[in-house]
């Protein structure tokens, strides 16, 4: 089974730097992906980790580190419209189908 | 190109009716997902189907059943409907192969069932 942590709700100002950390536990380790979802709205798609290291996506990046289970979503200049849920999923290479295990996601509210 | 698109977008029903939702993609990808979100059980796997005339049972299939008739189709049924079946229904298609293909996903389905 799969086992996938975050906080579930973190607040920071506009223009300020936020660290959104994901932690798993999972057999057959196969990629870590982050998504966006705002309120009543489907998620998408933000980054994808399969390497140690960090991934740059313009004022988003994402960490893996496979040895600690471990990733973070760091999200820079921050605006109003980052306020939204971000989801933590997993890929393991037993049972294929390219499933995905999601976390509970993290609520960030950015203020003024 | 709509990408993924699901009907109907609500839906109330009362206990023990059926209904299907209906999940149609126009990527051509071979791999279809049904997820519910609930609050603070974030998105759990239904039912998904890796290609053309096959499904599979994901987390939490029990009380659903699919089909997937038509590559671009995938159909979520519930025979006979329950209050813990509310929830927001979301389909999601990707690629077939392994790597950086995340999943794109429709904009869902709010089903209350009273």
């Known amino acids: 089974g799969q086992n996938i942590d975050q906080p579930t709700e973190m607040t920071a100002t506009e223009g300020a730097i936020v660290q959104i950390n994901c932690t798993y536990q999972t057999s057959g380790f196969n990629g870590l992906f982050w998504y966006q979802q705002h309120a009543g709205e489907a998620p998408t798609f933000l980054s994808y980790n399969v390497l140690d290291g960090l991934e740059e996506k313009g004022r988003f990046s994402s960490f893996l580190s496979r040895s600690k289970g471990y990733s973070y979503l760091l999200l820079k200049e921050l605006q109003m419209k980052d306020s939204a849920s971000y989801l933590c999923a997993v890929r393991a290479i037993t049972g294929g189908g390219n499933k995905l295990t999601f976390g509970t996601g993290t609520q960030l509210k950015v203020e003024l | 190109n709509a990408g993924v698109t699901q009907t109907p977008k609500f839906r109330v029903l009362k206990t023990g009716q059926s209904m299907t939702l209906l999940c149609a993609q126009d990527m051509n990808h071979e791999y279809m997902y049904w997820y519910r979100q609930d609050p603070g059980m974030g998105l759990r796997l239904i039912h998904y189907s890796v290609g053309e005339g096959t499904t599979a049972k994901g987390e939490v299939p029990d009380g659903y059943n699919v089909s997937r008739l038509k590559k671009q189709n995938f159909l979520l049924g519930l025979e006979s409907a329950a209050p813990s079946q509310t929830s927001v229904y979301f389909c999601?298609?990707?690629?077939?192969?392994?790597?950086?293909?995340?999943?794109?996903f429709g904009p869902g389905t709010r089903l209350t069932v009273t």
């Open positions: 999601a298609s990707s690629e077939s192969v392994a790597g950086a293909y995340e999943q794109y």
